[in-house]
T-cell receptor, first 109, second 113 residues
Framework: KQEVTQIPAALSVPEGENLVLNCSFT??????LQWFRQDPGKGLTSLLL?????REQTSGRLNASLDKSSGRSTLYIAASQPGDSATYLC????????FGPGTRLSVLP | EAGVAQSPRYKIIEKRQSVAFWCNPI?????LYWYQQILGQGPKLLIQ????????DSQLPKDRFSAERLKGVDSTLKIQPAKLEDSAVYLC???????????FGPGTRLLVL
């Protein structure tokens, strides 16, 4: 059974810092891994999708990497802004979709 | 384009009562998902539809939960009877055939007292 964990559970940083969020999964037989953002009271917004054959994906200030053999993915956020404050979840798609518990990020002005 | 619509946004009921949630996916999206998100956890897939057929309902508590998508468009998720542990946000998502990105609705927040 696939299990997904995320470290840290919560993170508070001053504006402008670069930061890394971590995601680990137990079963490497996946088709893809996605990173989502969730704002309070709202649904999830897809940020980046990495196919199992890819190593990384970039979108603006976001960069996600995937090491399928070690069961790890990282989301790198450059030059963080207060508007980046949200919960970030990773999800792996293998036999079905399995989400991690998320990392709650607060970027302080 | 319009996003995934869900209603109601909030619902408070007493245990043992029944409740139903409605989802209207993005037009043309054949795949529809229902997730349960308990506070502090990631969403858990309850059921996946492809058009009006069920693809995966392995994590749906079938003794109390049911879902349907009769015409391959809108979907309803029902809980009967509700338990305290059903308190959660119920998220609906849809996906276009051939693409892998899911689009989520705002969710229905359920509180069972």
């Amino acid at each position: 059974k696939q299990e997904v964990t995320q470290i840290p559970a919560a993170l508070s940083v001053p504006e402008g810092e670069n930061l890394v969020l971590n995601c680990s999964f137990t079963d490497s037989a996946i088709y893809n891994l996605q990173w989502f953002r969730q704002d309070p009271g709202k649904g999830l917004t897809s940020l980046l999708l990495i196919q199992s054959s890819q190593r990384e994906q970039t979108s603006g200030r976001l960069n996600a990497s995937l090491d399928k053999s070690s069961g790890r993915s990282t989301l790198y956020i450059a030059a963080s802004q207060p508007g980046d404050s949200a919960t970030y979840l990773c999800a792996v798609y293998g036999q079905n979709f399995v989400f991690g518990p998320g990392t709650r990020l607060s970027v302080l002005p | 384009e319009a996003g995934v619509a869900q209603s109601p946004r909030y619902k408070i009921i007493e245990k043992r009562q029944s409740v139903a949630f409605w989802c209207n996916p993005i037009s043309g999206h054949a795949t529809l998902y229902w997730y349960q998100q308990i506070l502090g956890q990631g969403p858990k897939l309850l059921i996946q539809f492809q058009n009006n057929g069920v693809v995966d309902d392995s994590q749906l508590p079938k003794d109390r939960f049911s879902a349907e998508r009769l015409k391959g468009v809108d979907s309803t998720l029902k809980i009967q009877p509700a338990k305290l542990e059903d308190s959660a946000v119920y998220l609906c998502a849809s996906r276009l055939a051939g693409q892998e990105t899911q689009y989520f609705g705002p969710g229905t927040r359920l509180l069972v007292l």
